[in-house]
């Protein structure tokens, strides 16, 4: 499960008692589903045609998209979901992702169903993007999960009207028990799946400088590639390349994510974009200094020079530079954790999250109430 998934598993624990009731509607069992049903929260199962069970666009690009059996099966699954939302009476529709919203949000237009797009994630690109962009405006409103997310998106007609920012939020979490080492070297964590957009590569690009003058750091990658397992190699070539071997290791996919960030020294997001940044506010409540490009959500979580680093992930030496202050400067590094750990539980609560959430959700079933007051009176 990623980012998204997690937020939205979040929020629909802490739902219920900001006084709604989440129901997740979901293609096709799985994970989430799994992880769903477990929290106590109502699952219902809406599966789509063949074709939709791909995520994203697989190979095809536009031709995909636009193919007569996608298209159908799009439109069908429209008119199956408009049928669940009135059985189930549904009041509000809240889409997490782009894909999300162009299964469902014209499914909600054509149930009566205000619809809300909680957009996770930088603008697809290409024609492709542009189609995905046209299709949903069918949600009339739009949440961000961050200020710095809004550079990724240009202000362009289809882009909602209503936009609110609303930052995600973690559960209160207790120190973790640091994962046990065989060594005590100094340890550089980055924990994220293994694509481009996730940067690792320029972290491994400024390793050679923190050698250099700490010899026995060590770095480990958390995280799978996902897609055909290409930046993985490219990943492992580079280290075999500047001399990493040793000093890098390849962790995969792990359920231990808060012990191994807790048994960190430094946690480095050097993502080339992030919307927001769960792991930076999760390391940070483990009171842990972060380390991270300075774009999208990262410069909202992280306070430079107080909680963390934000460097240009572009330069290398910066990089290496703030890793080196953080494994050197223990003192340093613990006053900032302190400093990181309040902000985390204070700023970026579950609790906070809900309630603005549950604010946002009142404003827009009021003004419906209010619409549909005026359009009874009007007909009368």
């Known amino acids: 499960m990623g980012g998204s998934q997690q937020v939205a598993l979040i929020l629909a624990r802490h739902l219920p008692a900001t006084g709604y009731e989440p129901v997740m509607i979901c293609p096709e069992d799985g994970r989430f589903t799994t992880a769903a049903r477990d929290a106590g929260i109502e699952v219902l199962i809406c599966p789509p045609g063949a074709s939709w069970r791909v995520y994203g666009r697989g190979h095809d690009g536009i031709g995909g998209w636009i193919s007569p059996r996608h298209v159908r099966e799009l439109v069908g699954y429209w008119f199956k979901l408009r049928t669940a939302l009135r059985e189930h009476r549904i009041a509000l529709l809240h889409c997490h992702n782009v894909r999300a919203v162009i299964m469902a949000a014209r499914a909600g237009q054509l149930a009566g169903v205000p619809t809300l797009w909680h957009v996770h994630g930088a603008p697809p690109n290409g024609a492709a993007g542009w189609l995905a962009s046209m299709l949903a405006l069918a949600a009339q409103h739009s949440v961000f999960v961050s200020e710095g997310m809004l550079d990724y998106w240009p202000r362009r007609g289809w882009v909602h009207r209503s936009r609110h920012v609303i930052h995600n939020g973690i559960d209160d979490v207790a120190l973790a ?18 694509s481009p957009v996730k940067g690792q590569d320029r972290l491994l690009a400024a390793l050679p400088a923190v050698l250099r003058q700490i010899p026995n750091a060590q770095c480990w990658l958390v995280g799978q590639d996902w897609a055909d397992g290409t930046y993985e ?35 480095v997001i050097p993502s080339r974009s992030e919307s927001f940044g769960m792991v930076a506010v999760e390391a940070m409540a483990q009171r842990k200094v972060v380390v991270a490009a300075a774009t999208g959500g990262l410069r909202d979580i992280v306070i430079d020079g107080e909680t963390g680093f934000l460097v240009s992930a572009e330069q290398p030496h910066a990089i ?3 890793v080196v202050r953080v494994l050197v400067d223990r003192r340093l590094a613990s006053r900032m954790g302190e400093v990181a750990r309040r902000r985390a539980l204070d700023s970026f609560s579950a609790t906070a999250m809900s309630r603005r959430f549950a604010d946002l959700y009142n404003n ?12 009874e009176s009007a007909a009368s």
């Open 320 to 322: 290496a530079a703030a």
């Open 364 to 375: 827009i079933l009021g003004h419906r109430a209010s619409n549909e007051r005026g359009m």
């Open 233 to 267: 190699r490219r990943l492992r070539t580079l280290v075999e390349e500047l001399g990493l071997v040793g000093s890098v290791d390849f962790l995969g996919e792990r359920t231990d994510v808060s012990q191994i960030i807790a048994a960190s020294d430094c946690v």
């Open 177 to 194: 028990t640091p994962l046990k080492r065989d060594l005590p070297r100094p340890l550089i964590v980055v924990v994220g799946s293994l």
